[in-house]
C-alpha cells in the first residue's frame, strides 16, 4: 500500500486557527450523540464562510456504507458552490464536496459487497468534507492497493468528467486522435495518463 499523509498548508493553519475562537454553525447534535468534525459554508463568499464545526455521526441507512474519510477532493465545483454561482445553489449552512475516499466503517442492513475495512472512494451529493460520511453503495468504489488516499480523493470527479467527454461526449473511438486545447487543470491532465 502507498504512504499516507497529507500536512497541512499554512493558509489552513491560518485558517482553522483564525476561526477557532468563533462560534460553531449549525450544531446539530444532542448532548448524548456521537460528533464528529466536518466544514461547514455557512453562507456563500470567500473562505472567510467556510467553519469546521462539529456536527452529530451520521449512521448508515439501508443499502448505505459509513466510511471515516481520510482525504477530500477540491474541484472547481467546489468553488463555484461555495461562491453561489451555480444554477439552484443549495441554501446554506452545509457541508460541502463532492468526492472523497476512506475506510469503512460500518455496513449497513441490505448492503453489499462491503466489509467494514475496506479503503474505498465515494461520490457524494455534498457532505464529503467531514470526517465521516455515509452514502449509498452504488457511489461507492474499492481503491487499487497502490493507490493513496490523496489520490484517490482528487481521482473520481476528475476521470469521470475526461472519460464522459472523450467517450461520451465526443464519441472517442480506437484509432482516433484527440486535441487537447488550453491544457490546464485537472480533467485535461487526466486524460494525459495511461490505463
Not at 44 to 63: H, I, S, W
Not at 154 to 161: E, G, M, W
Not at 168 to 180: D, H, I, P
Amino acid at each position: 500500500m502507498a504512504k499516507e499523509g497529507v500536512d497541512m498548508t499554512g493558509e489552513t493553519e491560518y485558517m482553522i486557527d483564525r476561526n477557532a475562537g468563533k462560534e460553531a454553525v449549525n450544531v446539530e447534535s444532542p448532548s448524548n450523540a456521537k460528533e464528529m468534525r466536518a466544514v461547514v459554508l455557512a453562507g456563500f463568499g470567500g473562505l472567510n464562510k467556510l467553519r469546521v464545526t462539529k456536527k452529530a455521526m451520521p449512521e448508515p441507512q439501508d443499502g448505505e456504507v459509513k466510511i471515516r474519510v481520510k482525504a477530500c477532493g477540491l474541484n472547481f465545483l467546489d468553488l463555484m458552490v461555495r461562491q453561489g454561482n451555480i444554477d439552484n445553489p443549495p441554501k446554506t449552512p452545509l457541508v460541502p464536496g463532492f468526492e472523497c475516499c476512506g475506510i469503512v466503517e460500518s455496513v449497513a442492513e441490505n448492503t453489499h459487497g462491503f466489509e467494514i475495512g475496506d479503503r474505498v472512494m465515494a461520490f457524494m451529493n455534498y457532505n464529503a468534507w467531514a470526517e465521516v460520511v455515509c452514502t449509498p453503495v452504488d457511489f461507492v468504489y474499492k481503491m487499487p492497493d497502490d493507490m493513496t488516499f490523496t489520490e484517490a480523493a482528487a481521482f473520481s470527479l476528475n476521470f469521470v468528467a475526461a472519460y464522459m467527454m472523450l467517450f461520451e461526449v465526443a464519441s472517442l473511438r480506437e484509432g482516433m486522435s484527440v486535441l487537447v486545447h488550453s491544457a490546464g487543470g485537472a480533467v485535461v491532465s487526466t486524460k494525459g495518463m495511461k490505463k
